[in-house]
Every structure is written in C-alpha cells, then in structure tokens.
C-alpha cells in the first residue's frame, strides 16, 4: 500500500533562517506531488504541485520554493523565512489528474 | 474560478444526534467532490467522493450526494460518536484544465459531547 512520510512535525524557526521541508512517497511511481498551506482556521491553498521529477508549478507567488529530485521526494524550501510563513504545510501526493488526493500528516512551522 | 462554500462552525451536538454539514460549490464543467476529515494535529483524511451527478459517496457511516441542480455536496450522518470530533472539508477537482487541483472550502469544526 502507498504511504506518504513528512518531516519534520514540527518545527520552530527565527525569522530569516531557511527551511526545507521533506515529503517522500512509498508505494507507488510517478506520483502527482503537492504542497498546501494551511494557516490558521482557513482552509488549505496549494502552494505548488509536480507531475514529474523537476517539474514544478507554482500556484501562488511568494517566498517559497519546490523541488522534486527524485520520483518519491517532493521538498519545500525557503531562503529566508518570513513571519507570514508560519503555518501548517502538507503534502499531498495522488495517482493522476482527476485522482483524490492522499495527504501526509503536515509539519507544523512557527517563526519567531 | 472554482469556488467551495460550506457552513462555518464550530458545530456542537450530543452523542448519537443526526449531522448535516452544508457545502455548495462553483465549478464550470463537470467537477468530482470530496469530503475530507482532520483530526486535531493530524494531516487530512479523504473521508467519501463522488465524480459525477447524482453519485452518493459514504463511507464510516457518513454520506454525500452530488446534486448538480442545486451545486451542493452536503455532508450527513444519522449518529454522531464522540471521536467523529474534527475538521471537515468540502473540496472539488474541477474538469478540464484545473483537474490536477483541489478546491477547498474553510472547514467546519464539529464537537460532538458525551
């Protein structure tokens, strides 16, 4: 069966430090990859979302970055971290378009 | 663009009350709708869909029916338990062009007492 690892939970940064955050799927190949935000009581925005190693889309412009070296592993990065980056991030993976979307169980990122 | 509209909580009910959960969505074509569940701290759980009219997805008792006529995918239960306690999204993929991406609406809270 397809699993979906996060890491870190939980994460607590200064402002202007970096980040990277790491996803990796089991079970399954050429795997959909996404990245939400979810800040608090709103609903989810997708940041960015990959259909093949090197392929990213960015949904909506800001002071994150993604990349995805390899098939499984999807990575969000920052340079440098801003306050309004604070947030619970999730990734998400699926087996095509018009395919639901199983998600990991998020890193909880607080900037200082 | 694609929009998803659901009730805002919190939503508090007793053990064993009947649950609606309204959601009503904007989307040209022909999208499919979900139901997703969060449990505190936890990332979110597909919890039933449906992909086309009149389709009724279930699943750990809950149920949704897409109606196109009305543009609603409401979430309901006949009875609540206690750990049904979370956070619950409506979401839609649309068709066409924006099919790789889910729309989600902001969620509802529900409380469910002993």
């Known amino acids: 069966s397809q699993t979906i690892h996060q890491w870190p939970a939980t994460l607590v940064q200064p402002v202007g430090s970096p980040l990277s955050l790491e996803c990796t799927v089991e079970?399954?190949?050429?795997?959909?990859l996404y990245w939400y935000r979810q800040a608090a009581g709103r609903g989810l925005q997708l940041l960015f979302y990959?259909?093949?190693?090197?392929?990213i889309s960015s949904e909506v412009p800001q002071n994150l970055s993604a990349s995805r070296p390899q098939d499984r592993q999807f990575i969000l990065s920052s340079k440098k971290l801003l306050l309004s980056d604070s947030g619970f991030y999730l990734c998400?993976?699926?087996?095509?378009?018009?395919?639901?979307?199983?998600f990991g169980d998020g890193t909880r990122l607080s900037i200082l | 663009g694609n929009s998803v509209t659901q009730m805002e909580g919190p939503v508090t009910l007793s053990e064993e009350a009947f649950l609606t959960i309204n959601c009503t969505y904007t989307?040209?074509?022909?999208?499919?709708l979900f139901w997703y569940v969060q449990y505190p701290g936890e990332g979110l759980q597909l919890l039933l869909k449906?992909?086309?009219?009149?389709d009724k997805g279930s699943n750990k008792g809950f149920e949704a029916t897409y109606r196109k006529e009305t543009t609603s995918f409401h979430l309901e239960k006949g009875s609540v338990q206690v750990s049904d306690s979370a956070v619950y999204f409506c979401?839609?993929?649309?068709?066409?062009?924006?099919?790789?991406?889910?729309?989600f609406g902001k969620g509802t809270l529900l409380t469910v007492n002993p």
């Open positions: 989307a040209t074509g022909y999208p499919s």
């Open positions: 990959s259909v093949g190693i090197g392929q």
């Open positions: 449906a992909t086309k009219a009149d």
């Open positions: 079970g399954t190949s050429n795997p959909n």
């Open positions: 979401a839609l993929m649309g068709s066409g062009g924006s099919n790789y991406k889910l729309t």
């Open positions: 998400a993976w699926s087996g095509g378009t018009n395919q639901p979307q199983h």
